[in-house]
Each structure stands twice: as C-alpha cells, then as structure tokens.
C-alpha cells in the first residue's frame, strides 16, 4: 500500500517562502502526475499545482508566479516552493499522486495526510 507524507509546513510572515515536501513509500509501478490541494478553514479542497511524467507543470491562478512544483523522481517526492506567501495562501496543504496499475493500467489517486501552513504576522 502507498503511502504519502507532507512535511515542511509552519507559521511564516506574509512575503515569506517555504518549502514543502511530499515522499511516497511503498510499492510504485508508476506515477503518472503529482499535485498538491489546499483546503482553508470552512472552505473546500482546491488545486493549487501539478507536474505530470514528463515534467509539464500547471499552476491555479492564484499562486502562479509565486509557487513553484518540482519532483525527485528517484526518491518519488514532489515538492512546492511557495514564495511571496500571503495571509490567504493559510490552509491545510495535502499532496496527491495519480498512481499507475502495472496491470490494469487504470490510474488511482492517493492522498497524505496534510501539512497545515499559517501565514500571520
């Protein structure tokens, strides 16, 4: 069973950065795209970011320019570099890997669990 975990979230002033990361363990045939989603408080889940197989990457309006989505391939971790952090960018922040099946070929989502990142002064 794949797992995802999240890590490097935490309380920063608005126009600082962070970097966050995400790491899947377990048994990978192959990753067809990774992304990350945001959920604020009292608010639902949105997309902020993707990077496909081959390196393509899409950004939400509201952090394009701002975030930036990478990945390690060898050690199958994406991760998001967030600069220029606003008040609005505070929000639980989940990763989520579109994983391929060897034999199927149907592709399944799985999610971490979240990294919660504030943004105050």
């Known amino acids: 069973q794949v797992q995802l975990v999240e890590s490097g979230g935490g309380l920063v002033q608005p126009g600082g950065s962070l970097r966050l990361s995400c790491a899947a363990s377990?048994?990978?045939?192959?990753?067809?795209?990774m992304r990350w989603y945001r959920q604020a408080p009292g608010k639902q889940r949105v997309f902020v970011a993707t990077?496909?197989?081959?390196?393509?990457?899409f950004y939400a309006d509201s952090v394009k320019g701002r975030f930036t989505i990478s990945k390690d391939n060898a050690k199958n971790t994406v991760f998001l570099q967030m600069n220029r952090l606003e008040p609005e960018d505070t929000a639980v922040y989940y990763c989520n890997f579109a994983l391929l099946d060897r034999a199927t070929r149907n592709l399944s989502p799985v999610w971490g669990r979240g990294t919660q990142v504030t943004v105050s002064s």
């Open positions: 377990g048994s990978i045939f192959s990753i067809a795209a």
């Open positions: 990077i496909d197989s081959e390196d393509n990457t």
